[in-house]
């Protein structure tokens, strides 16, 4: 798959943010904590939920995907999904805690997923063990054994957001109380607590550093529609500010991007907060700012490189620090293809500015590295060839349509 982004590029008008990718996906993988129907409204269509779905479907559970709706229903039956559908997505870690509660078994391929540095699951597998599973390695994958999981106190040395995620959905089902310290913070996590309740779990806490959660021993189906993608408003805010735009990004929690917001006024571009909107108009030259990327409620990774594109024609130096993954600098090589001027060491990214950005034919190495070229693309002098565009249909819905919708000119080509 290639796109053919038309530059100078000025999005206007009106555009309607979809569902959060991050908050579907341990939704779609707590359903295994129930037999009875789980419906989910307002699904994007994007491959990570595809995959998903179909690895569902592969365990047992009977899944159909209409429209925007995913209907499940059934048992599990299997404890290990098929090494294909494990390796194409990280996430597919997410079904162990659900699967461990329920069949007290599990194997999985360890996981695949962007190509962002190394990234262990070791936070995933202590909570597991402090919850009383027992695990081992044969032949790449991973497989955790309980004869039942007991409540325990977790600590992580990290709040990881896939960790607090699995330890949750275990922690479920698990006799007693849990708790997980040092939790991550993110919205997904709350999103997720709250699928969980509204199935009859009993957690409390999401959102803080501590979540408590009272195992509970049988849950039932639910319909529920989850969070906005906080992500994608981003993405498509830098996209207006990046090409002097002037537009309203409707379906958003201003709670949620606040970072992403402070970061952008900074940089001379106004964002009004309505109460399910922002608007954003680009009102000057881009002043260069200091990013570190943390976790929640700090500056989002997942939005590192999308800053990057359009901080490299802002009028002088901005840093950016990378905290959260090693290695997630893949951009930079195709961002300096299009003219960028960008020197890393190590976790820091200096990016000069000054440059006015050219269209080229470059590549997209992960689903946010291929969002900030096509954010670049957008604004550069030209067209540009963005190739492997297939990684962003992995985690925005019609990137296409909706950015087209708001006067940009973009052909996706299979
Ligand atoms: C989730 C998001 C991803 C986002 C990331 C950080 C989903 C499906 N994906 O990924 O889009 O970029 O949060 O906001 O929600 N780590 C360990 N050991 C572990 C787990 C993580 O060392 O057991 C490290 C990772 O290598 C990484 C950091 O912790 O350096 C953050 O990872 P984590 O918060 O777990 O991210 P994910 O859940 O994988």
């Known amino acids: 798959m ?61 899944t159909s995907i209409l429209d925007r709706k995913i209907v499940m229903g059934g048992k599990v039956l299997s404890h290990h999904p098929p090494y294909d559908l494990a390796r194409q997505i990280r996430a597919s870690v997410l079904v162990m805690g659900p699967l461990l509660a329920r069949l007290g078994t599990v194997r999985v391929a360890l996981p695949g997923g962007c190509a962002i540095g190394s990234r262990p ?36 040395d990290y709040p990881s957001v896939g960790a607090t995620e699995n330890i949750m959905m275990a922690a479920a089902m698990a006799e007693g109380i849990s708790y997980i310290e040092n939790a ?35 849950f039932k189906g639910v319909n529920y529609t989850p969070i906005p993608d906080r992500i994608e408003a981003g993405t498509l805010m830098v996209a207006v500010a990046a090409t002097k735009g002037e537009a309203i990004i409707n379906n958003v929690i ?52 999308q800053f990057m ?15 959260v993954f090693e290695n997630r600098f893949m951009h930079v090589q195709d961002l300096s293809r299009m003219g960028a001027d960008i020197k890393t060491e190590g976790k820091i990214a200096i990016i000069k500015g000054m440059r006015k950005l050219t269209g080229a034919q470059v590549k997209a190495s992960d689903l946010r590295a291929g969002a900030a070229l096509i954010i670049a693309g957008l604004s550069a002098q030209g067209d540009t060839v963005l190739l492997d565009s297939h990684h962003v249909d992995r985690g925005y819905e019609d990137i296409t349509g909706k950015l087209n919708a708001m006067s940009a000119q973009i052909q996706s080509i299979p």
């Open 254 to 305: 201003p709670e949620h991007v606040k970072a992403i917001t402070a970061k952008l006024t900074e940089s001379g571009t106004e964002v009004v907060e309505n109460k399910h909107n922002v608007e954003v108009r680009r009102l000057s030259k881009i002043n260069p700012v200091y990013i570190k990327t943390l976790p929640y409620p700090g500056f989002p990774t997942d939005m590192q490189p």
């Open 2 to 62: 290639k796109m053919v982004i038309k530059g100078k590029s000025t999005l206007k008008g009106k555009i309607e943010v979809s569902s959060s990718k991050n908050a579907i996906l341990p939704i779609l993988a707590a359903s295994i904590l129930t037999d009875d129907v789980v419906e989910i409204d307002r699904v994007p269509k994007i491959n990570d939920v595809t995959v998903i779905g179909t690895l569902l479907g592969e365990l047992g559970k009977q």
């Open 184 to 218: 991550a913070l993110e919205p997904e996590i709350a999103d997720l607590a709250n699928f969980i309740n509204c199935m009859g779990g009993k957690v409390s806490g999401a959102g803080t550093n501590v979540i408590r959660i009272e195992g509970v021993k049988e």
């Open 309 to 323: 594109a359009y901080l490299s024609c802002a009028n002088g130096s901005s840093i950016i620090s990378e905290s």
């Open 121 to 156: 699951i070791d936070l995933h597998l202590k909570g597991f063990h402090a919850l009383g599973a027992e695990i081992n390695l044969r032949s790449g994958d991973l497989i955790a054994n309980t004869n039942g999981l007991r409540g325990a106190h977790v600590y992580l």
